[in-house]
């Protein structure tokens, strides 16, 4: 049966991109977790929506050219604000996140060219509710970015390791971290914009964070973390766009649930467990 | 020449200066204990000294063939370090990442180089052990070898007996001397407790809100400001029973910053 799906060019689209960037999101999302950053993949994705929100306005047809931009430097001003701002990191978030969804909501409800605002608007937020709309440049433009983000993970994991774990550490010994800092927010925000395609705005944070988290419930070195949740990304984004291909359920939401049902097992399993 | 040489250095946050003039001197193996009350500066110095805040003022020469990046560095434990899952052979290696400049991975001199500092500090058959399950006295050690990967000259220690038992205290200053003795490494340690600090030792910086020490321990002990530091009210209590106290006024601290 499976093998039926795979037959059709946008069921394989829907796999590539959905592993992919559930598989980039996890990897990311350790990170994030641990340097007590999840919100800010949140905030990412709303302000990712308002960018959205102009692009459509605008009838652009490569919506990337505004939403990644807009995403990567709200990424990096969030990341400078640090502790001595007068706004507080956690009250610029909030006020960003909440701000661009508001005014991406206003302009697609006053401008909006398209006969359907609330579908656009549900189809941002949640994910498209078919994989239907992959089109092969989405899917060509998934797999690059994908790409860069893994090869840049993995050739800086070692300085990504000592920045998340002791930033104070490694810029006394001479490590540049507010580089790696802007590395890990220009990720963050490239992935947030990929997943965006597949899960919607609001649900891309759990890509990033629930594969680290219920990693973490059962293993206990970095390394060990990282490759258990990127297995976890991979098996429950698979297994999620089959499930809705079957139940022709939404995408973004089943594998979401998958997560969490991935993490209670992994609750369970780490009381029983300790490796 | 001086391994590392202070003059006049005003260290602050921001511009504003938090401590004036602080002048000081070390050579090659000796052991400067950094002591004073709370909001003398102390932290503040040694961020300077790690090169994470800048100095509003005055200088830090090194000599000797030293340089601030070759500083072993043991900050303060963090809140994220409490939770997070990592090996103790993961956190030593990542000392080494100074010497890595733009390699991508850890060479298999860097692997020997963390091995013996895991050796050093006897802590080489906990290698896999996840650090979030050690003793207090343990993730000390671990740090403290992290910090022997940066560096082999000098170590800047940021109270390294905080929140640990009497037993485990004595056994951390011990390492400290032996590497202090055997390797003839530089120990640059902020402390609160007075009495190790007098019996560990060879130098002693006293930061005073009006005035400032330093010289040799001998001198320490019969200054005026040793005496004074003493006999002041509830802190000669602090003195006399360091780590209930130090307990104390670590959790005070959290909440006033």
Known sequence: MIAEYLSYPFVRYAFIAGILTALCSSLLGVTLVLKRYSFIGDGLSHVAFGAMAIAAVLSLKAELVVVLPVTVVSAVLLLRTGQNTRVKGDAALAMLSVGSMAAGYFLLNMFSASANVSGDVCSTLFGSTSILTLTSTDVWICVIMSALVIIAYVLFYNKIFAVTFDENFAKATGVNTSAYNLLIAVITAVIIVLAMNLVGALLTSALMIFPALSAMRVFHTFRQVVICSAVIAVVSSAAGVLISIILSSPVGATIVIGDLIVYGGFCLAGRRVKL | ?257
Do not use: W
Not at chain 2, 37 to 59: C, F, H
Not at chain 2, 213 to 234: A, C, L, N, W
């Open chain 2, 1 to 257: 020449m001086a391994q590392i040489t202070v003059k006049n250095l005003c260290p602050g946050y921001e511009g504003i200066p938090v401590a004036k003039d602080i002048n000081f001197e070390l050579n090659r193996g000796d052991y400067l204990c950094i002591v004073g009350e709370n909001g003398s500066g102390k932290s503040t110095l040694v961020k300077t000294l790690a090169g994470l805040e800048r100095p509003v003022s005055g200088e830090i020469i090194c000599g000797d063939g030293f340089t601030l990046s070759r500083m072993g560095y043991l900050p303060q434990q963090t809140l994220v370090q409490k939770d997070f899952p990592a090996s103790v052979g993961e956190i030593v290696i990542s000392g080494c990442l100074s010497s890595s400049g733009l390699r991508p991975f850890y060479s298999s001199a860097q692997k020997k180089l963390a091995l013996s500092s895991m050796k050093k500090l006897g802590i080489e058959n906990m290698k896999s052990r996840c650090f979030r399950d050690l003793s207090g006295g343990q993730q000390q050690r671990v740090l403290l070898a992290r910090a022997l990967c940066a560096a082999d000259r000098m170590l800047l220690l940021d109270e390294p007996a905080t929140g640990l038992d009497p037993a485990a205290t004595a056994e951390m200053y011990s390492i400290i001397k032996e590497l202090n003795e055997k390797e003839k490494i530089t120990i640059i340690m902020v402390s609160h407790d007075i009495e190790a600090a007098v019996k560990y030792a060879s130098h002693i910086l006293h930061l005073g809100s009006d005035m400032q020490f330093f010289g040799t321990k001998e001198e320490y002990v019969k200054s005026p400001i040793k005496m004074s530091f003493r006999h002041q009210d509830g802190l000669a209590k602090f003195v006399d029973e360091p780590l209930c106290s130090r307990a104390a006024a670590g959790k005070n601290r959290r909440y006033l910053k």
